[in-house]
């Protein structure tokens, strides 16, 4: 594991939006995508993580990531912002385009070492995450649970929320994926995902490094 230097945010900034995987930066930095259902918390946990309020847009709508959104964090990895699933206010083709685009992206981008799946943990365990989890399980893409908005629950009932979802994935699932339990508000599960990312982006630079 890298030192704590490496895990620290120097700087975060916007780099580009785009509406298919052929205009994604080029380049070769690791990307972490961050998806979930419409209303999670994404944009709110990413502004958490990077510690740079408003760099990802928060809007009372959901629905409102419409592309695959890149930030370039310390000049060295990219975090990638992804359009939420399971918005209804919109048109069964305009949802189709978007399950298109997600689905390209996560499937042909080379440079993606991890996606985080949140999880609103006020809610129980949801059909529509279960079953992008199974997916992206079926296709062999790594991935890890980031649950969100535990700052509105009591202790006892987080705990709660946490063992309901860790047991519904063990109906099926043979093993639990890593997951972080998180709070844009209090900051909880912050320095546990950049070490995790630290972590894998040595990894990646190690795997790099040893191609011939």
Request: overall charge positive.
């Amino acid at each position: 594991m890298q030192g704590n230097d490496r895990q620290e945010i120097r700087s975060a900034r916007f780099l580009v939006s785009s509406p298919d995987i052929g205009s994604c930066p080029a380049g070769g930095l690791p990307e972490y995508a961050f998806i979930g259902r419409s209303n999670v918390g994404k944009s709110s946990l990413i502004n958490m993580l990077t510690g740079t309020r408003g760099l990802a847009k928060i809007s009372q709508t959901p629905g409102k990531t419409r592309l695959i959104n890149h930030f370039i964090i310390n000049d060295e990895w990219h975090l990638v912002d992804l359009p939420g699933y399971g918005y209804a206010k919109i048109s069964q083709q305009e949802r189709n385009r978007w399950k298109k685009m997600i689905h390209a992206y996560l499937l042909g981008r080379k440079t993606l070492v991890c996606t985080f799946i949140l999880i609103d943990t006020r809610h129980e365990p949801q059909r529509i995450d279960l079953d992008f989890m199974a997916w992206m399980a079926e296709n062999r893409l790594p991935f890890v649970l980031a649950f969100t908005k535990t700052d509105k629950l009591s202790k006892t009932g987080l705990a709660g929320a946490v063992k309901d979802y860790c047991d519904e994935l063990l109906l099926s699932w043979e093993e639990l994926p890593a997951y972080f339990v998180t709070s844009a508000r209090t900051g909880a599960g912050r320095e546990a995902m950049l070490a995790f990312i630290s972590e894998n982006n040595l990894l990646y630079r190690e795997y790099l490094s040893g191609k011939p």
